[in-house]
């Protein structure tokens, strides 16, 4: 039984391992421990291993951990390219009301919306190791930096510009997320500037 983790890990193409996946191919959760005490494995959150010799993809990781975290602000402004600063933290957005203890523990700023704005501008992309994620979109993510209290101006003015150079914006969404997230005042002045 253990030959199937050690072949989990031979065939891992992302550096992680999950209990759910050793039990479903027929493993067993004690043999986990072996591997630990070997230092072939790493736990780093419940029911999730990191691969020692791999390099940690922390932002996947937090992905699969809090699976209602959504990347959000400056570091979904990274993802999208739309900012050179690589963030020192990470933000997420959680629906108000959402409560996860451990998120203390972590490398993350937390956010929190109303149930209603927190499905906005969902999309699925890419960490910054490949990795799938999922993230807001960058009409949602400018919403989300104009409205924000804390976000450097510098950061905001120059997504502002990539934006209205981005061949693929798209204006009306930009709008219509800007009403409904109550910034688009703001929106429409650094529009009307840089169009």
Sequence with gaps: MASIIRNMINESSNGLIRVSDIESSGGDRHDIKKYVE??????????????????????????????????????????????????????????RGYNAPSLKNEN?????????????????????????????????????????????????LDAMKRYAKYENKNINILFEYAEQLHVKKKILRYMEILL
């Design 38 to 95: 070997d230092n072939s494995i790493v736990r780093v959150g419940r029911g999730l291993y990191q691969i020692a010799d791999q390099w940690e993809d922390e932002l996947y990781i937090l992905s699969l951990k809090y699976s209602r975290g959504i990347i959000s602000h400056e570091t979904a402004l990274y993802i999208h390219g739309f900012t050179d600063r690589t963030p020192s933290i990470y933000t997420l957005t959680f629906p």
């Design 108 to 156: 993350v700023q937390i956010k929190r919306v109303k149930k209603e704005n927190y499905d906005l501008g969902i999309i699925d992309g890419k960490s910054f190791y490949g990795n799938p994620v999922r993230l807001y979109n960058i009409e949602r993510t400018l919403c989300d930096i104009v409205r924000g209290e804390g976000s450097d101006i510098q950061i905001v």
